[in-house]
Structure formats: structure tokens, C-alpha cells
């Protein structure tokens, strides 16, 4: 099994590749002023960033090496790192956890097709990795495929589906997932639905959830999954969700399969919600804890 950094370089690994290692080596050449100002943006905005989040870092950058006198190339992309992370560090944020032996019910959200029930089945897989028992509850229910496949998952880690059949209430299945979870589980991930071509339904779905978990005197963690591979547009999808619920942290899925994970900086910058998790592969084990200083650390890797 990989270590946690050793995940979130396999995560960069494409966008490191085909435009990070560009930035990087951006510094190794260029003299300070308007030329290296100018290529730094365009790879930035190339990399997923987005043309805001660009413009803050090159502002700050400017004013760094303004304020401390850099005068190396080499000492501004020191800097850039470190805006970088300072900007990736939006809050403290700790993985998935219960407290005080309650049920810790945690409510997936996030569009159709953007990994959510496979992430599901990663975040169970690790949780019970920790030697903690897992219940998933099959809220989607208005897509028979996504119980289906969320069934097929609980099989191949060995823990617990709850299902209604499809077209069911979603909340009631939620509401007998924790009465179960209270007698022999420690977790209650929740599968929920993502139809953006409904959305006051979908949210008003969401928001009963939420009210069936606060009248159990739990308190949900909200995770929002985004699919790398989608860019800007996930920011787009995100507000829709944040606008039902309050997100308390994000998942980007396939990070390991797009070349512009420059996507997380826009992300950390304009919804300020933490990345908790980031996937990094097709296993059930790809699935890394984010820390920014890593990502920071993975993206900046210089080739041997």
C-alpha cells in the first residue's frame, strides 16, 4: 500500500507532467520581470487554476518579491509554494470522524457522474481498514442503478447496505440506517441524489435528510465530491450544493486522471471549504487525506 505522499504524487502525477513541471522550470531560466510574469500566468490559467485565483497569486508574488527584495528565480518559486499552500490552507479540517462513541453520519453529495458512489466506497473501505463498522444507506433512490452499485460495493468490502425499494423516500432510508447503525455501527455513510436537471427537488431532498439526522441529535459532516476531470465547471456545481447544505468538506475524485489539477487551487480559493480527501486512483485503497503542504510538495517535485 502506498504512503499518503506517495498517493498524492501518483494524484499530480498528469498535471505535474504536462503543465506543472512547466511552471516549475519556469524559474530556472527566467530573469524577474513583465516576460516571466506574463508565462507564469498563462501556464497557471493552462493548469485549471482560473483567471482569478491567478491573478491573486501573481499579485502576491509581485508584492513579495517587492517587500523581501528577492532578486533569484529561484527564491520566487520558493514563494509561490508557499502562497500556494498558504492559500490551499483554508481551515482546519480533520478527515471523517465520530465523537464521543455516537454515530458519525456523514451525508455525500455531489452531481451524477462525478464518482460520488465509488468514493463512498473508498472512504468505507478505509474507515473499516481502521477497524471501525460501516453502514452505507442507499439514498439515491430514483436511480435503481446506483443502489444497485452501491450494493455491489458494500459485497466487495463486507459492510452493510441499507435500501428501500427505487423511488422510495430517501430520508426514511436514512432514518433506518441510523436506527441501525445505534445498535452495532460506528458510521453511517449516506449515498444521496444528484440531478441537477431538478434541483429544487434535489435540494429540498437534501434538506429533509438533513432534518431526519438533526431529530436522530446527530450532527452530519456534509462531504461534497467533485470530479477533477470537469474543471470550472465543478465550482459551478459546488454553490448549487452549498446554497442546500452546508458543506463542511470536499472530495475531488480522478484527480489522478486530468492534467489540470490546478482545479484544487480555484476550488480552496473561491468557495473557501477544505479538500478533506482526494482520489488517486482506481483502487479502493487510492484514496488520500489532503494536506496542503503535500500537494504543494507533489506538485513542485522536480524530475531526476
Known sequence: MLGFFKKTEQGVKRTREAWWGRVVHLFDSSTLGDELWDALEELLISADVGVSTTAKLIERLKQRVEGEKLKETAQVRT?????????????????????????????????????????????????????????LAASDTFRAAATEQLKVWGERIGVPVIAHQPGGDPAAVVFDAIETARRNADFVIVDTAGRMHTKTNLMEELKKIRRVVDKASLEPQVLLVLDATTGQNGLTQARYFTEAVKVNGILIAKLDSTSKGGIVLAICDELKIPILYIGTGQELDDLAPFYPEEFAEALFALEE
Open 79 to 135: 514563494a509561490l509554494k508557499e502562497e500556494i499552500i498558504s492559500l490551499l490552507t483554508v481551515a482546519e479540517a480533520e478527515p471523517f470522524s465520530s465523537e464521543d462513541g455516537r454515530v458519525g453520519v456523514l451525508l455525500v453529495v455531489g452531481v451524477n457522474g462525478v464518482g460520488k458512489t465509488t468514493s463512498i466506497a473508498k472512504l468505507a473501505y478505509v474507515l473499516k481498514e481502521q477497524g471501525k463498522r460501516v453502514i
